[in-house]
C-alpha cells in the first residue's frame, strides 16, 4: 500500500527540540517535493515547509524560519522536520504529505495527494 | 503573503442538497489553489487542484470553478460521507496558506 508514516512527536519543553521523521512505502520518495503541514488541537490546518525532490530547494512558513528545517535522505526514503527552540504554539499534530507537483497547460500546482496519520507534538513545561 | 478567507465557516445541510464553500484570496492567483476534505480523526483527503482539475478517485458531484481571487467549491447532491470539513490552499507562492475550513454538518 502506498503510504506515508511519521514518527518523532512527543511532549518537549519550551526550548526544546524534536525530530520528525516521515518515511514513504510503496513509491520512490525522491520524485517528489515533500511538504510538512500542522494542525493546533481543534484548529484548522496550516502549512509550515516543503522540499524539493532533491532536496536543494526549500521553503518555509515566517514563523519558523530559523527554528525549523526540512530535510531528506533519499537512499533511507524519508523526509524530516528538525524542529527546535520549540514553543506552545507549535504544539499541533504534524502531516507529512506527497506533491504530485501537476502539470496542467504548462502551469504547475500542488496536489498533496498522500498524507500520514500525523505524529503529535506537544510543547509544554 | 497571500491571504485565503473562507466562508461561511460552517453549514448545515441535507442529503441531496446542493453545497457551495468560497474563498477569496488577498490578491490575484490565477487558478492556483487545492481543495481538501478532512473528516474528524483522519489525515486530510486531496479533492482538487488547479482550481478546478478533479483529483482521480474523487466523485463527479465535486467541482471547483474560479480563477484570480474568487473560488468555488461545489457538491451536487450531497452524500452522507461528504459531511466533513473543507480547506481550501493557494500554492501561488510561498509560504502556502490554507483557508480556515467549511464545516458541512447535518441538517
Known amino acids: 500500500e502506498v503510504q506515508l508514516v511519521e514518527s518523532g512527536g512527543g511532549l518537549v519543553q519550551p526550548g526544546g527540540s524534536l525530530r520528525l521523521s516521515c518515511t514513504a512505502s510503496e513509491f520512490i520518495l525522491s520524485s517528489f517535493w515533500m511538504t510538512w503541514v500542522r494542525q493546533a488541537p481543534g484548529k484548522g490546518l496550516e502549512w509550515v515547509a516543503n522540499?524539493?525532490?532533491?532536496?536543494?530547494?526549500?521553503h518555509y512558513l515566517d514563523s519558523v524560519k530559523g527554528r525549523f528545517t526540512i530535510s531528506r535522505d533519499n537512499t533511507k526514503n524519508s523526509v524530516y522536520l528538525h524542529m527546535n527552540v520549540l514553543r506552545a504554539e507549535d504544539t499541533a499534530l504534524y502531516y507529512c504529505?506527497?506533491?504530485?507537483?501537476?502539470?496542467?497547460?504548462?502551469?504547475?500546482?500542488?496536489?498533496?495527494?498522500?498524507w500520514g496519520q500525523g505524529t503529535m507534538v506537544t510543547v509544554s513545561s | 503573503a497571500v491571504q485565503m478567507t473562507q466562508s461561511p465557516s460552517s453549514l448545515s445541510a441535507s442529503v441531496g442538497d446542493r453545497v457551495a464553500i468560497t474563498c477569496r484570496a488577498s490578491?490575484?492567483?490565477?487558478?492556483?489553489l487545492g481543495w481538501y476534505q478532512q473528516k474528524p480523526g483522519k489525515s486530510p483527503r486531496l479533492l482538487i487542484y488547479?482550481?478546478?482539475t478533479l483529483q482521480s478517485g474523487v466523485p463527479l458531484r465535486f467541482s471547483g470553478s474560479g480563477s484570480g481571487t474568487d473560488f468555488t467549491l461545489t457538491i451536487n447532491n450531497l452524500q452522507p460521507e461528504d459531511f466533513a470539513t473543507y480547506y481550501c490552499?493557494?500554492?501561488?507562492?510561498?509560504?502556502?496558506?490554507f483557508g480556515q475550513g467549511t464545516k458541512v454538518g447535518i441538517k
Open positions: 490578491q490575484d492567483i490565477r487558478k492556483d
Open positions: 490552499l493557494h500554492d501561488f507562492d510561498y509560504p502556502r496558506t
Open positions: 488547479g482550481a478546478s
Open positions: 522540499i524539493r525532490a532533491d532536496g536543494a530547494v526549500e
Open positions: 504529505a506527497r506533491d504530485l507537483d501537476v502539470s496542467d497547460s504548462g502551469l504547475w500546482y500542488d496536489a498533496y495527494d498522500i
